[in-house]
């Protein structure tokens, strides 16, 4: 069983290794280059999340966060289900549409999260 | 105090959202038909009464199920656990047909209306330029702020219920008949204004704040439709006393009439056709994007084609999706074109919306039984007694609009649904044995 401490570093590692490979990857570059937003990735069984600064496509930063105020779009779920949707271990639309995973957000933005997902793992 | 203020609006907001894709033109039709079944003032009036008192209680089941499940997935969640996936797809999807077949009647009622306002053209020709551009507005990915749609909501109300007034304090322009009361011809009405409150549940599919779904949703719903009903009973009311039946019968624009029989110089109907306008355009942005949304995900999840999961590049709308629906709705306008008929669909929607209410229901009291109280954090008063006499008005409700029709509709409606069931089933059969209902 892993503590708090663990799936913490687990998911922010997981989240860098999802930013390196949005921002390299060229199908994404091109269907996401004029998106810019935030995205609140928060773990329910955790006390804190993450926030992704986007800006024009690319992930610029992940920054730690305590609140669950942050970020125009909000990803909301188990730690263990978010690092594995985050790996493409899991599809977004069947846990969205399971009502395992909560998103929150304008319709444009919580499309283009899932079309993002699909590029990077479908 | 800004914090209060701001809850306040929200609030507002929800509420705004929640009665604006009901307030919907062909509510009017409703009324007509409603209006024709009821046959007297007492009548209509205690079936709007009676159908605003039931939808409450449909509004309180779907406030303590978006609280469990704070999710903007909406019926189709809600139905799963109780009815199984395969049931809770195919009602989502039957679900979309009918938001389409309604939409068809509304696109009657704006063509109409807008051959009114402009005198040319011919009213078939404004609905599909209408929902042409309608659709490609939604393609384009342009949304209404929330504050903008607020606005409007309120403007449509404040002029309905105005218009209503004045109507009801100025002298009778029509032979009213009072009563007497008739029991089978007011729950007969009643079962058609079920129409009147469509598409309220739109507020759980939004994708607001998580708290929104906990708190103020719940609380937002069934004020909503409260509200709805005291609007709903002054127009019916005023369209009853002052518009005479034989002119109702043929008419697609019976709002329109009423401003007409009030104030004959057209003054006050180009004022009740631009709010007309403004309504439809609001039900459509509202039931359109919803509607898009939910083939969309069926798409992107292989259980449509999955073409209708493409989404265009510049502004990130799934627009197959949306020509589709302009396909179906289009065919539904045709349909009501041709045979003149707009009953129909009117019955049919506001059966299945009623076997839906029933569903939903349902599985609100399944939920009650399985669930720990502090799994529920909104928990409806009586619910182990209000949901089971829910879902048994709202089947009776459902199965009296389906007789009401003609054999050969309801048998067209039965037989939609299980070809929708059987596909559903056979579409997730193939999926789990080619594996590719599993992300690669």
Do not use: C
């Amino acid at each position: 069983m892993m503590g708090s401490r663990e799936k913490t570093r687990t998911l922010r590692e997981t989240l860098e290794a999802f930013s390196r490979d949005t921002n390299s990857n060229e199908k994404v570059q091109k269907l996401i280059r004029k998106w810019s937003t935030t995205v609140l990735i928060w773990p329910e069984d955790l006390d804190s999340g993450f926030l992704l600064k986007v800006e024009n496509g690319k992930i610029h930063q992940i920054i730690e966060s305590t609140t669950r105020e942050d970020g125009k779009v909000k990803v909301i779920g188990k730690s263990d289900v978010i690092t594995n949707m985050f790996k493409g271990k899991e599809n977004l639309a069947h846990l969205y549409m399971d009502g395992v995973v909560q998103t929150y957000g304008s319709e444009k933005d919580q499309i283009v999260l899932d079309a993002v997902a699909r590029l990077l793992w479908n | 105090m800004e914090l209060r203020l701001k809850r306040a609006l929200k609030f507002n907001r929800l509420l705004a959202v929640t009665m604006g894709t009901p307030l919907a033109s062909s509510a009017f039709l409703s009324m007509i038909l409603m209006v024709g079944v009821a046959g007297n003032m007492v009548n209509l009036v205690l079936s709007v009464i009676i159908g605003t008192a039931i939808t409450v209680l449909a509004a309180l089941t779907y406030g303590e199920l978006v609280s469990i499940y704070p999710s903007a997935a909406g019926n189709r969640i809600f139905l799963k656990k109780p009815l199984g996936d395969t049931i809770a797809i195919a009602m989502s999807l039957m679900w979309v047909f009918v938001i389409l077949a309604a939409a068809g009647v509304e696109s009657y009622v704006l063509g109409n209306v807008l051959y009114y306002l402009t005198g040319f053209m011919n009213p078939f020709l404004w609905s599909v330029l209408a929902l042409v551009i309608i659709v490609l507005v939604n393609i384009m990915g342009v949304e209404l702020s929330g504050n903008f749609q607020t606005i409007v909501t309120y403007s449509v109300v404040i002029v309905l219920v105005l218009v209503s007034i004045f109507a009801l304090i100025t002298p009778a322009k029509n032979a009213v008949s009072m009563g007497p009361f008739d029991p089978v011809a007011t729950l007969t009405a009643t079962a058609i204004g079920v129409y009147l409150f469509l598409g309220f549940g739109r507020v759980t599919t939004l994708g607001e704040e998580a708290v929104d779904y906990e708190r103020s949703i719940p609380r937002a719903l069934p004020l909503a439709v409260f509200l709805l009903g005291i609007v709903f009973v002054l127009v019916s009311m005023a369209i009853f006393r002052d518009v005479p039946y034989a002119s109702l019968q043929n008419t697609a624009i019976p709002q329109i009439l009423l401003g007409q029989y009030l104030i004959p110089n057209r003054s006050l109907a180009i004022l009740i056709a631009i709010v007309s306008v403004v309504m439809s355009f609001s039900a459509f942005n509202a039931g359109i994007l919803g509607t898009s949304r939910l083939v969309y995900a069926l798409g992107r999840e292989g259980l449509l084609p999955r073409f209708f999961g493409v989404i265009e590049r510049r502004h990130f709308t799934p627009y197959l999706a949306l020509v589709f629906l302009l396909i179906v709705v289009l065919t539904f306008l045709a349909l009501v074109y041709e045979t003149g008929n707009y009953a129909v669909p009117l019955y049919v929607a506001a059966g299945f919306d009623s076997f839906m209410y029933a569903a939903v229901a349902y599985s609100a009291f399944w939920h009650l039984r399985k669930l720990k109280a502090e799994e529920i954090p909104f928990r409806v008063f009586a619910g182990k007694f209000l949901f089971p006499l829910t879902t048994v008005i709202f089947f009776s409700l459902g199965i009296l609009l389906l007789l009401s029709v003609s054999v050969v509709v309801t048998l067209v409606t039965v037989i939609s649904m299980f070809l929708i069931l059987f596909y559903i089933m056979g579409r997730r059969m193939y999926l789990s044995r080619s594996g590719s209902d599993r992300p690669s």
